[in-house]
């Protein structure tokens, strides 16, 4: 069965062929479906087409796919214990080993989505200080349930009535936005750095950052980072750290567990009390194995230094990026952090040049995002980066 | 390190020591918190005591734990692909598997906690129709996020306006309701039958479930029907369908991939189309492993008759118990369908004497719940049951 074949099928019993952000209908033609095979950092479509993968599952493989060391963890612990009446010791010796790790962290939750995580910083932030708003960035992405995606269907106001929004970056707006709720404001979330989908990523202004845990200092709101797509890849602390800024609560998912199922709330001690206040769960939550893997996957990244090492071989893909680009002519702007790239064309504003160039390199096995953010990993080396140029050398003399 | 020691320990890095369902702080003495191997129907804690579980995870183990051709079918799945930049034919299959199966239903969506998927529904539900008020039953749990929980900290009264009650099973209840909101009424929740917690639970009244899909029909809304809890227990179609009613959205989570995370929402053709204009997502939601999980639970659940043989062998359990009960002089009621008992001492409003009793069940190796709905499962055959019930008859002679 060709991939054809198998959205034909799926046509008929999936809304739309797929949902989410898996579908490939806002996609250029010629991206694979379903995929057969994940080894590395290379994925096998069902056609058995091979592609080295610049989007690790939109984020969760950080160490590669199938990697022996983690893989055999979990899989060792799903034989000895995965589901039953309780959590498995795995669960005390993660949250050990997360709250050594981040730094502003003294205790841990853990939950099966991002959203999940973002979702309970928010009922511990109003938990706490008994007030309602949550101040978000406009356009950034905390997840797709109701409160969060209020740019979707079947969404009453009343979900987002109380995420009044405020502009990254700009620090007149923050301070305008918390003004404005004076006296009701729970908390401010904050993404780790200004990626919204189908723009040019902005790193995080420090000044603003350390404005924005003034404001929550004055008004005694949390200080909430979405570290759910950046976590653990540019920094193995929470990502504000580096600006001098220790936030109240942190939300992770994605790859802390390399793959496998697992988000994770962090907390500072003051916050501690609201948390054991709030009755948060869900069925799969205490799951063994996914803990296991995140304990083994959080050795592997500190034993590689991780962040390091994702930003070298990112700046070496984005500076023969650059140098190809030049070199066939064309204007190319690279936004983001080495580690996590957004690749778009100059005047490309509907992504027509980018959707083309993505086509072609997608024939040459690379596969890549015309208006996503992609991720770099401990699976991508220096020479699965030169044999990513070369092919890309070529994609870009066929644009 | 024992039980107690883990405890400690997690008492410094989880708010209140461990949060949600899988807490035991709500239980008496004596209850593990810490679990190190589960097999079949027997779960074994850190202390290496063990128990015949009658929680089943709180439902999610259906088959067994560890079964071995279902485990055999994920782990192979996983060695081959599990997470990716799309999702594995797995995806279709389960898909095609679950709309055969489940009368009402003509497509699928995935996702990961029951809670995503009753969720989901009500988005569906709302942009299908354009309105905004979904009625749900007082006291029945749809899942921990802020619109469901409405008793917890941290959750705004508008996360819940638009989710007012009715009373379940009582038909001027639910006519009263609708009519209050009518102009705005996008559907009605309703559970398999009702089993919230802490009380004696009650089957649905058949009459009680036409009305409510006549009221459905009369103002175009969605009747959704949360069988994550029930689902594949009472029935391997949606739980209404053995009273004559078909739904048109249908949730369903636990006990799907017998353990492995997934949850799934499931739709018949009218509420299509508004599906697909409905973005919800998930960062794990693709995951191949439990989908393949899934595909082997419904073939092993189909092949055993599962609600027949869970229904058998529950009754034997109930018979079993109601003779001890009343050889050792004690009233005892007993509620719900025989696959999902509560089990209550008469007059024991605070559960004192249900509580002592569970406690001289742990301490014979029977992992009881003195006010949760307990459930069965295919693990749970004859020989077990009988186990069980000598273990018990001890226990009630202690009480």
Same mark, same amino acid.
């Given at each position: 069965?060709?991939d ?18 898996m ?16 080894n ?16 690790c ?17 979990a ?5 000895d ?6 959590p ?5 010796l ?11 962290a ?16 928010n ?10 708003k ?21 969404t ?14 700009? +620090?007149?707006s923050?301070? !305008? %936005? &918390? ?6 404001l *729970? #908390?401010?979330?904050? $993404? ?14 420090p ?7 003034? +404001?929550?200092?004055?008004? !005694? %709101? &949390?200080?909430i980072?979405d570290?759910?797509? *950046? #976590?653990?890849?540019? $920094? ?5 750290t580096?600006?001098?800024?220790q ?16 988000a ?9 009390? *609201? ?5 948060v ?7 063994s ?5 995140a ?67 997608l ?9 996503h953010?992609?991720?770099l ?6 020479s ?7 092919r ?8």
């Amino acid at each position: 069965m060709t991939d054809e074949e198998w959205r034909s099928r799926a046509s008929q019993v999936i809304p739309g062929g797929m949902y989410g952000h898996m579908s490939t209908r806002a996609l250029p033609d010629g991206y694979p479906q379903f995929f057969r095979a994940a080894n590395g950092c290379r994925l096998t479509d069902v056609d058995g087409n091979e592609y080295i993968d610049f989007m690790c599952s939109y984020g969760p493989m950080i160490a590669g796919y199938g990697h022996p060391e983690i893989q055999a963890a979990a899989n060792q612990q799903r034989h000895d214990y995965d589901i039953g009446n309780g959590p498995s010791k795995e669960i005390v010796l993660l949250a050990e080993a997360l709250t050594d790790q981040v730094s502003h962290a003294e205790w841990a939750i853990f939950a099966k989505n991002g959203n999940d995580a973002t979702t309970i910083c928010n009922m511990i932030a109003r938990a706490k200080s008994g007030r309602r708003k949550i101040l978000v960035a406009d356009g950034a992405y905390h997840g797709a349930q109701p409160w969060a995606a209020r740019r979707t269907n079947g969404t009453p106001e009343e979900d987002y009535v109380h995420f009044p929004t405020y502009e990254f970056n700009n +620090i007149a707006s923050v301070v !305008d %936005a &918390a003004e404005r709720v004076r006296g009701d404001l *729970a #908390g401010i979330m904050v $993404s780790a750095f200004k990626h919204d989908a189908g723009q040019p990523q902005a790193l995080t202004d420090p000044e603003f950052a350390r404005v924005v845990r003034k +404001i929550c200092d004055d008004y !005694d %709101a &949390a200080l909430i980072l979405d570290d759910v797509r *950046a #976590g653990m890849r540019l $920094s193995l602390d929470a990502s504000w750290t580096e600006h001098g800024v220790q936030v109240d609560l942190s939300a992770w998912g994605k790859c802390i567990g390399n793959g496998e199922p697992i988000a994770a709330v962090l907390g500072s001690e003051p916050w501690r009390e *609201a948390a054991s206040r709030t009755f948060v769960t869900g069925s799969f939550w205490y799951q063994s194995a996914p803990m296991a893997s995140a304990l083994v996957t959080l050795k592997v990244l500190n034993e590689a230094n991780a962040p390091n090492y994702i930003e070298e071989v990112g700046q070496h893909f984005r500076d023969g990026l650059a140098e190809i680009a030049q070199r066939h002519g064309h204007g190319l702007s690279q936004s983001g952090p080495p580690q996590m790239p957004t690749v778009m064309f100059d005047g490309d504003t509907r992504f027509e040049k980018g959707n083309r160039f993505c086509q072609l390199a997608l024939s040459q096995g690379v596969y890549l995002h015309p208006w996503h953010n992609m991720f770099l990993s401990l699976a991508h080396n220096e020479s699965v980066i030169s044999e990513s140029l070369d092919r890309l050398d070529k994609a870009m003399g066929q644009l």
